[in-house]
């Protein structure tokens, strides 16, 4: 057993030391090739015709985004709105006074906010289940609080789920 542990120890360490080896030689690498990349920026010779090339470059993006702009700007002009007309109605009375009534106003389907009532249902019911499984499982707690989390969180959704159906959520 104790030699086990030695050469246990002893792979471990050459592990480290390997590790620690490479990553320095590395890092002197990097080093040495950032600075022969700064040695070569420096030099202004253009042999390839880079500076010409990103003049090009940058003289046709100018003219692609223009022209790009120029339709946009054609596309997006706003139409004239419809002319809506409305008819004002008098009612027939005997006073003196008219009344009209005139709404531009259009009803709005009620928004669905926040949790249904099935989601909370298997909330609260996964979460009492929990609770009861692991109280009731005494030699295994995790497993029972798994099982009753489940079941708890079925008959919760299927409880919220007929609340839902009933209020018309469904």
Same mark, same amino acid.
């Given at each position: 057993?104790?030699?086990?542990?030695?050469?246990?120890?002893?792979?471990?360490?050459?592990?480290?030391?390997?590790?620690?080896?490479?990553?320095?030689?590395?890092?002197?690498?990097?080093?040495?090739?950032?600075?022969?990349?700064?040695?070569?920026?420096?030099?202004?010779?253009?042999?390839? %015709?880079?500076?010409?090339?990103?003049?090009?470059?940058?003289?046709?993006?100018?003219?692609?985004?223009?022209?790009?702009?120029?339709?946009?700007?054609?596309?997006?002009?706003?139409?004239?709105?419809?002319?809506? +007309?409305?008819?004002? +109605?008098?009612?027939?009375?005997?006073?003196?006074?008219?009344?009209?009534?005139?709404?531009?106003?259009?009803?709005?389907?009620?928004?669905?906010?926040?949790?249904?009532?099935?989601?909370?249902?298997?909330?609260?019911?996964?979460?009492?289940?929990?609770?009861?499984?692991?109280?009731?499982?005494?030699?295994?707690?995790?497993? %029972?609080?798994?099982?009753?989390?489940?079941?708890?969180?079925?008959?919760?959704?299927?409880?919220?789920?007929?609340?839902?159906?009933?209020?018309?959520?469904?």
């Amino acid at each position: 057993m104790k030699l086990m542990k030695r050469i246990l120890s002893t792979f471990s360490l050459a592990a480290v030391i390997v590790t620690v080896a490479v990553i320095m030689t590395s890092c002197s690498r990097n080093q040495q090739a950032l600075n022969a990349d700064k040695a070569s920026s420096i030099s202004p010779a253009d042999t390839a %015709g880079l500076a010409d090339f990103q003049a090009w470059k940058a003289q046709n993006e100018l003219a692609e985004y223009n022209a790009y702009k120029k339709a946009t700007m054609a596309a997006n002009v706003p139409a004239k709105a419809p002319v809506r +007309t409305v008819y004002k +109605t008098r009612a027939a009375s005997n006073s003196s006074g008219s009344m009209s009534s005139e709404s531009s106003h259009t009803a709005k389907a009620p928004a669905k906010k926040g949790w249904s009532k099935a989601a909370k249902g298997a909330v609260i019911g996964g979460a009492g289940g929990a609770i009861a499984g692991a109280v009731i499982n005494k030699r295994n707690r995790a497993v %029972g609080a798994v099982i009753g989390g489940v079941v708890g969180a079925g008959g919760g959704y299927a409880i919220g789920r007929g609340m839902d159906k009933r209020d018309g959520r469904y």
